[in-house]
Nanobody, 115 residues
Framework: QVQLVESGGGLVQPGGSLRLSCAVSKSIFSPYAMGWYRQAPGKQRELVAVINSVGTTNYADFVKGRFTISRDNAKITLYLQMNSLKPEDTAVYYC?????????WGQGTQVTVSS
């Protein structure tokens, strides 16, 4: 069964950087799209960035110029390079993988931006 495991979260000071990874295991086929979402306490889950199988990306306005999404199709691994982090970026970040059969979600990784 397909499993997604996020890693790379943690505590970082404002202006710092983190690189999140999402490893997809037990997948026979590569997802046609993958994405990062985040959810802060008391708020709805929101899209951060998505990328399709040929590298086309789309970013939420609040992360443009700061975050970069990428994927390794051979490893079926998703990445999110986060620079110039702000306190409002604090949230649980979730990885998603979309297949023709449906979407799969990871358990999330906590990102805390605080001094």
């Amino acid at each position: 069964q397909v499993q997604l495991v996020e890693s790379g979260g943690g505590l970082v000071q404002p202006g710092g950087s983190l690189r999140l990874s999402c490893a997809v295991s037990k997948s026979i086929f590569s997802p046609y799209a993958m994405g990062w979402y985040r959810q802060a306490p008391g708020k709805q889950r929101e899209l951060v960035a998505v990328i399709n199988s040929v590298g086309t990306t789309n970013y939420a306005d609040f992360v443009k110029g700061r975050f970069t999404i990428s994927r390794d199709n051979a490893k079926i691994t998703l990445y999110l390079q986060m620079n110039s982090l702000k306190p409002e970026d604090t949230a649980v970040y979730y990885c998603s993988a979309e297949y023709f059969s449906g979407s799969i979600w990871g358990q999330g990784t906590q990102v805390t931006v605080s001094s």
